[in-house]
């Protein structure tokens, strides 16, 4: 920016020059006075269109930063809470009862078989998630309008987010053993390089998830889905109007909830999961393939849990060998299926289509 202005004050000087030697020539004026009283007159005439200006051009920055966008992360206040345990080591332990006692009606045998019950431990252990260290000049700091400082670390904190969040919703995906797949009318596959045509998703097959968890067991309250965004509009056009009527009209936005539909409190985000054409759940960070098949994610409260720490913030201040303050983010985060049955989790895979 200080580059720039000096090149428009050398022009503007050169430019000035030139004219009033000029000038001086055809009038017979001393060519100093003409300079000085141009250069007078260049600081108090407005520039005219099209014309190379006398005078430097002040360049204005707004107050105001338009920022990226980021996928909303709400889904995992609907898991349950283990963050206690982050700071306590690098693995978590899930315990799971074993088999209840057999009940006998009538008992006439004595004495009864004493019999001990085998728990099962479940764990996962925690990952480290952390920004690259970002400088902000001290420049920055004290020339600009907005305040890009703050810009900073609130962007890389809502990227860092997102990362956990997507890195929980896959181990999420990695302990659904157990699938069911979509059977609406063909559409176009919507993940990254995917190729051809997939089953869209429609108000039939969150009905089948419905079915599955009924005979499960599972709990009516507190079940919930999420899909992408072109699964959400696919889902829309499947149901009637008195169906959608009914469905918006549930709708939570503030806890993140779009509506409810046969049990299920669904929530929808951008980008949820992906499938590879075997049947493996894919990390977002790896590339897209022709056969990825996008999914979608139903679980109950108690089916999964989450463990995420608190952000800490690194900071290096007017460090003197970058000559500016230095920022970096870390957290530590984890999560998978509650149950070793795995009851309660459910993913819904797009079938290819003809």
Excluded at 188 to 202: I, L, V
Excluded at 231 to 256: P, R, V
Excluded at 289 to 311: F, I, M, P, Q, Y
Excluded at 345 to 350: G, H
């Amino acid at each position: 920016m200080k580059g720039n202005k000096t090149i428009l004050l050398f022009t503007a000087l050169l430019f000035n020059m030139i004219v009033s030697g000029t000038v001086a020539a055809v009038t017979g004026f001393n060519p100093f006075a003409v300079f000085g009283v141009g250069s007078v007159l260049g600081t108090m005439v407005k520039p005219v269109a099209g014309a190379l200006p006398m005078a430097v051009q002040k360049e204005i920055w707004m107050n105001h930063i338009v920022e990226n966008l980021f996928a909303d992360n709400s889904f995992l206040s609907k898991a349950f809470d283990a963050d206690e345990f982050v700071n306590q080591g690098k693995t978590v332990h899930i315990p799971n009862a074993g088999a209840p006692s057999n009940v006998v009606k009538n008992r006439n045998t004595f004495p009864a078989e004493v019999k001990s019950r085998d728990d099962i431990d479940l764990t996962f252990d925690l990952d480290n998630y952390s920004t690259d260290p970002i400088k902000i000049n001290l420049a920055e700091s004290v020339e600009l309008s907005y305040n890009k400082r703050e810009s900073v670390l609130r962007q890389d904190k809502s990227k860092l987010a997102q990362e956990v969040s997507e890195g929980i919703l896959l181990e999420w995906f990695k302990g659904a053993t157990s699938n069911i797949k979509t059977t609406g009318d063909a559409v176009s596959a919507h993940t990254a390089s995917a190729t051809g045509n997939r089953k869209a998703f429609t108000r039939d097959v969150v009905q089948e998830a419905m079915t599955r968890f009924n005979l499960d067991d599972v709990p009516a309250e507190g079940r919930y889905m999420l899909i992408d965004a072109v699964m959400y509009g696919q889902l829309i056009n499947s149901l009637t109007d008195k169906e959608a009527t009914a469905f918006h009209a549930t709708a939570d936005i503030k806890n993140g909830i779009v509506g409810k539909l046969l049990t299920f409190n669904i929530m929808m985000r951008s980008r949820v999961g992906r499938y590879t054409g075997a049947g493996v759940a894919k990390a977002w960070e790896t590339g897209g393939a022709a056969t990825d098949n996008a999914a979608a994610l139903a679980w109950h409260t108690d089916s999964v849990c989450r463990a995420k720490g608190e952000v800490i913030m690194r900071e290096d201040e007017n460090s003197p060998t970058y000559y500016g303050d230095i920022y970096a983010f870390e957290v530590r985060a984890g999560g998978r299926a509650m149950r070793n049955d795995v009851k309660g989790l459910l993913a819904i895979i797009q079938d290819t289509a003809a």
